[in-house]
């Protein structure tokens, strides 16, 4: 498998990442109209990355274990961000019910450095790894066998 088929999971999950956090901006001071849609956009395009990431390791054949191991660690560094989406769309509602809030920003900042670290460690892991070692045999070789 060439190396850019290995990185492509982890691309895929950081440029969800990377496109939540765009989302977020469209959510500021500037835009009211559009400040449901783009915290809806940037909690979908946040829940994705975890999904990308195994839908396309899947389809490039990635190690299981590994693309196991990814989505667990995408979905909780999700978490932040995604609870910052939700305390703003479900408790402000609007762009003038927001202005006062530090909190949930800094708790999107948080979530967002932690969902792109994550997508990066994931996109630099996959290439660094070789394919699995099958340690499962039927029959024990010769080497397995004791001198009685």
């Known amino acids: 498998m060439s190396t850019f088929l290995r990185v492509l999971p982890g691309l895929a ?3 969800l990442s990377f496109l939540s956090g765009y989302a977020w901006v469209f959510a500021g001071p500037y835009s009211s109209s559009l400040f449901t849609i783009a915290h809806s956009g940037s909690a979908v395009l946040c829940a994705a990355a975890p ?23 995408l979905a909780l560094a999700s978490i932040p961000m995604l609870v910052a989406n939700g305390i703003y769309l479900f408790s402000f509602k609007s762009v003038e019910g927001s202005y006062g809030d530090i909190g949930g920003a800094g708790l999107m900042f948080v ?11 994931c996109a630099a892991g996959l290439p660094l790894t070789g394919p699995r070692a ?3 045999r039927l029959e024990p070789g010769p080497q397995d ?3 009685q």
């Open 51 to 73: 999904y990308a990431f195994v839908l396309i390791g899947r389809a490039t054949r990635c190690r299981p274990d590994l693309l196991k191991l990814g989505a667990i660690l």
């Open 111 to 121: 979530g967002l450095a932690a969902l792109l670290v994550t997508s990066l460690a």
């Open 134 to 136: 099958s340690t499962d």
């Open 145 to 147: 066998r004791t001198a």
């Open 13 to 15: 999950a950081l440029t």
